[in-house]
């Protein structure tokens, strides 16, 4: 199986992207109630994730 994760892209073309380094990371996700004030932090759901751990070399995870 192969994954790769990425971090952003950093040319203009839309392919060139920047591996993310090792590490550990943690994903929020914030949503808006329906109708809500989104100035008011207490109208927001957010989900914290558990912690991520990224080992290794992205770059070497294809099999050619």
Do not use: C, N, Q
Request: no cysteine; proline share 5%; charged share 30%.
């Amino acid at each position: 199986m192969i994954a790769a994760a990425y971090f952003h892209t950093i040319k203009d073309d839309g392919l060139t992207f920047e591996y993310l380094p090792e590490g550990d990371y943690r994903i929020l996700v914030s949503m808006l109630k329906p109708g809500s004030d989104e100035t008011k932090w207490e109208e927001w759901e957010t989900w914290l994730s558990p912690v991520l751990r990224i080992v290794g070399s992205w770059e070497d995870a294809y099999d050619e």
